[in-house]
């Protein structure tokens, strides 16, 4: 009836797919985004299973959550994404519905800038997330890039940025990472930050900030200071964040959309679109993962845990990055792999080509992303050697 070709497949999560049907017993997934921890499993964080027992022994009830989700979801929301106490707070000015996952959250904002910024044209970094352009153009945005990676210097392409800044019109969406960039773990400096955050004022821009990895890069606070020169400068931006990476809730799918205002007047009639738009795409989203995050949260000496298993993930992934540019400094000298030192997060831009990345999968079993971004979480003691091996031999 429908008459249609095949879809591609996804870039990421078809990779998943692939790798799963791989029976080799020594395969090795750099490919999605998902912690592993030194054994290769993606462990359940303590702080995860300590608030599920709790649930399972208070929860009454699976009636329906209102719209925007449990309450103290927002709650703790905002005091991740500002401060406790913060004047945003303070003053209203900020509103948060829980979401289903990042992804939902993203999904929801750009149904809410349907109603607010028709006409915006959304950009996204060149390269971003995949999903970001296909979430954009799926709401029926046009999208397209701003410079952000530089080959040579395997940096920041400031002036690319800056420049492409200067092209953006009066009330478009931008799209930027708050932190650990996706794919290239190369983020925004100071002045980067701070030159968007003079166009957003001067070209009233719509600035909405992917805060998937929130505690991945140098901690929970550290990692908010480019959103926070956004909102020192006193503007209304959406912020979609993600409990996926930094609870380990990949599939409870629990995220949150954050619309902050210029007044709480403001906040409170955008926040009305937000929820008008949650309703006609799910309703309410689904209680559990939420749950997981308000008793954590709520909880000090939960958070205390969780703060500490956060920052465990966080050392492992550093850890890795350093025996990782090690290891093929020892196998080889035609290319050095320093610069994955300074690269923040989960995700390395390692310049492996297309041909390299599916040489590695068909010979070594290894499975990168096509663009050659690797998820340094998946590299383990056991596997680095093997690994290391491979990619010296396809350079
Ligand atoms: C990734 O980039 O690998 C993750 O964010 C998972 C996903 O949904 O793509």
Redesign the pocket.
Known sequence: MFQLDLAPADP??GLTETFKADTHPDKINL????YQDATGKTPILKAVTQAETRLLETETSKSYLSIPGVPEVATYTQELLFGAGHSIIKDGRAKTAQTPG??GALRVAADFLLRAAPKATVWISNPS???HRAIFEAAGFPVKDYRYYDKASQGLDGEGFMADLEGVSEGDVVILHGCCH??SGIDLDQAAWEAIAAQAKAKKLICLVDF?YQGFGEGLEEDRAGLHVLLDAGLAVLVASSY?KNFGLYNERIGAITVVEETANDAVNAFSHVQAAIRAIYSSPPAHGGKIVATILGDATLKALWIQELADMRARIKEMRHAFVQGMADRQQAVDFDFINHQKGM?SFSGLTQEQVLKLRADNHIYIVGSGRI?VAGITPANIDPLCDAIAKVL
């Not at 490919?31 to 998902?34: E, R, S, Y």
């Open positions: 990421i999560l490919g999605v985004g998902v990042g992804t997330w995949a999903n996706n794919p998937a996926s995700f998820n």
